[in-house]
């Protein structure tokens, strides 16, 4: 079945650094991708999505890009901010016609200043 | 903007006891989730509602779980008669399509003791 896989954690990072959060993703068909962030004692908020190959997702100076031939969708920010604490959650919406999500397990990033 | 809802924020309930979680979705969406995220393991599906019944549901989903939109404003789960391996925190979302990104509520950490 559809499924998807995150680099494990934590990450820690100081303030200003280069971010990339791995996730790779096995599904049939051609799933919408989205990355959701999970700030400490609050629900997940869409932070961005791609829904088809090559296509760019972009927020808060987060990118991702849906790559097919590598099946993969990094999350990267080029200078974090202590603020960027959080849990971070690859998904995908796949062969399901539901739009159920199937997620990945979750990186915590800490950044320190 | 608009906002999911969930409540309770915590419940604690003794094992075999029934319990409802509740949600108020998004007013002008029509898909409907839960989920569940056990301490330090990944967001789950449990199951999706469109049209007033069950689309989709997952293993998990057995029949000590039911769901339903009692007023049109409503969408809640129950859980017949808990066992200790329900504790986890449940996440209703709510979209205005399958294929639209879904909005989640902040969750309902459920303690069974």
């Known amino acids: 079945g559809d499924s998807v896989t995150q680099m494990e954690g934590p990450v820690t990072l100081s303030e200003e650094a280069f971010l990339t959060i791995n996730c790779t993703y096995t599904?049939?068909?051609?799933?919408?991708l989205f990355w959701y962030v999970q700030y400490p004692g609050e629900g997940l908020q869409l932070l961005l999505k791609?829904?088809?190959?090559?296509d760019k997702g972009s927020n808060k100076g987060f990118e991702a890009t849906y790559r097919k031939e590598t099946t993969s969708f990094h999350l990267e920010k080029g200078s974090v901010q202590v603020s960027d604490s959080a849990v971070y959650f690859c998904a995908l919406s796949g062969s399901s016609n539901t739009g159920k999500l199937i997620f990945g397990q979750g990186t915590t990033l800490q950044v320190k200043p | 903007e608009p906002e999911v809802t969930q409540t309770p924020s915590h419940q604690v309930t003794q094992m075999g006891q029934e319990v409802i979680l509740r949600c108020v979705p998004i007013?002008?969406?029509?898909?409907f989730y839960w989920y569940r995220q056990i301490l330090g393991q990944k967001v789950e599906f449990l199951v999706s509602?469109?049209?007033?019944?069950?689309?989709?549901k997952s293993e998990i989903f057995d029949d000590q779980f039911s769901v339903e939109r009692p007023d049109g404003s409503n969408f809640t789960l129950k859980i017949r008669s808990t066992k200790l391996e329900d504790s986890a925190m449940y996440f209703c979302?709510?979209?205005?399509?399958?294929?639209?990104?879904?909005?989640f509520g902040d969750g309902t950490r459920l303690s069974i003791l």
């Open positions: 791609a829904t088809k190959a090559d």
């Open positions: 509602f469109y049209n007033n019944e069950i689309s989709e």
């Open positions: 007013s002008n969406h029509l898909y």
């Open positions: 599904a049939t068909g051609y799933p919408s």
């Open positions: 979302a709510s979209s205005r399509d399958r294929d639209q990104p879904q909005h």
